[in-house]
């Protein structure tokens, strides 16, 4: 039950993110986002029983839910981006079209919900969260909703993860950790290189 | 133990690029090359070897793909000796392109000798990520853009890649458990997984995934683009080392997923290549400058090793994916004295050299042109001619033997104009255009006398008989 409403709003944070026009809202509900999906990871680790989910649920509210919201606004503030960030898809247009790909995702991934155990909701409303974070990326023209997108596809992939499977070996987990933490070092150096050469 | 020694000269190359003394940067090319001994032992070793219990597996097929790699790697450190006397670069960007190399080795010898599905992938992100700032290097604002738009796309392309992976580790899992990761248990358990369809979706979205990365249909244009903007040596580590990564997953997913459905396998990879091949064959013939022309020809040879792959013809895709990977890169690098002078200027290009080493640079770079577009005695001649065998071999077992020989005919054709592309750029190069002076450094000259020494030795019977016993 506890896990129905928290996977709920996983895709409702996600949802909103995609209507946002300020940056530091949309950094907000990655923050959330994040945040949201730590708890399940935790409740789903606890129900399992499986310390390695719980090590990673810790480790995705500390680095995802704060660590990587807080540097973002470093960023931001650092190399002073746009802040209004006016999504390409027009509101009414984004309120079709965002359904539609629910709907849409659902149906695609009846085929392979049928094959998994547990409850096949959870991993096609992670595949709906995949392409609704491309969809984020690709309403935006600037750079700092197109990472965050990024990393909302990354969280949409973490879910895939604990409930298609789950929960991915800790090797595995922590690997992508590190991969996403290298991921930031290196947009700071392209951010650096763009404000040096302006 | 093995391990440490592989890591170490990207850990020593990584710490030396943060010192600031003069003689610090003739350390970083001596911890490239000492790459290589650590990867001869590895090779010299029986196989299969545990690096890493069951997650790190040195078998014939990575440490001959890690072999060519580093000798690649070698090719390219000689052409970075001289990059300051072609182009415009500062020591600190020189040392930092060399820090994000010792990363994008521990990248790279994680995903080559990965034995797990999951390290696989961590070692290609790793990889991917640390070319991103190599392609800046170049302070335009054209690499500044082709940076952003290879960490996106890349970012994407590698995501799916994670897709596809936590689908296929999914539909093993009920009988595998954790160790539904390891490729080797995979392959041997194939035909036991309880839902084959779920391994199909997660392979084609984790092969989507893939190509996009190596710029197969429909994103033809977005790798070649980045290697236009970066420097030249860039553009050699992608064709020559990032790539040999992307296809060694290529190879070790699809041995699995030929287990589970041959025909399915086939089908799909057949359709997509002959696309791909199609797509790029006239993008070749409108291509206006080397960088493009060299980066396509290098999509349109990794569409046909993976076909060669698929069709049974393991030992013709192990040559050709060898030849290429000498070739692209020697030709790569020969753009850096291509077009220091004339640019763009594909006319009169191979004129203008004068002395032993001007000759030597000249004659070498006609052979690479002439031998990527498989003129015998090339090794692409011979990969081709078994691959193309395998798979006619194929199609006289499939139950649709005339529509197979129609697509065969069809991709000869397409080769046939990528083919006479470039023997018209070899032409104007050689016959066109005004003879302006172009310098050859003694370093360049040697990168590319080491790759026209490895392409021979691939052609020796002793690495026939190698590669025949890969897989």
Known sequence: MGADFFIGLFLATLIVALFTSRLYRLIFWYSMNSLVLGILALLVGKALDDKAMLITGVATLLIKAVGIPYLLKHFSEKFQFVRQIQPQIKTHYAIILIPAILVFTFYLSEPITHMMQGNTNYVAISISSLFLSLLLMMEHRDVAPKIIGFLSM???LFLLGITATEGMPMLVELGIFFDLLMAIVVMNLLFYKEETQS | MMLALLVLPAAVMFIVSFLKYRKAKFLLPISSFAILLPIVKLFMLSKPYAILGSYLVADKLDTYVLLVSSLVGIGVTLALLTLGKHVRVTDKAYRRFYRFFAIFWVGLIFSILA????????????????TVYMIKTNHTLAAHKEAWNYMIVGAIAISLVLFGIILMYASAKPILGERAMQFDLLLQHAKEIPSPFLFEMGFAIAMVGMFVKMGFFPMNLWLANIERASFYPVAALFSGILESAVIIGFFRFSRIAMQI?????????????????????????????????????????????ALFWVSGGTFAAL?????????????????GVLESNGKYRIAGALKGYSGKKGTLFWVLVSLFLLAIISLPPSPMFFSELYGFGAMIQTAKSSNHILAMIAAILLLLILLSVIFYRFVAIYQSMKYEGKAEEKKVYASELLALILFAVCLFVLLLPATFDYLRSIV
């Open chain 2, 319 to 335: 040559l050709h994916f060898g030849a290429h990977a000498f070739l692209k890169p020697a030709l790569f690098l020969s753009t």
């Open chain 2, 115 to 130: 034995n797990h599905m999951g390290i696989y992938w961590i070692g290609l992100e790793l990889a991917t990520l640390s």
């Open chain 2, 261 to 305: 459905n041959y025909v399915h396998l086939f089908g799909f990879v057949f359709v997509y290549m002959l696309l791909t091949i199609f797509i790029v064959a006239f993008l070749i013939f409108r291509a206006k400058d080397f960088m493009r022309l060299f980066s396509l020809s290098g999509v349109e040879h990794m569409a046909l090793i």
């Open chain 1, 154 to 156: 990354e969280n949409a």
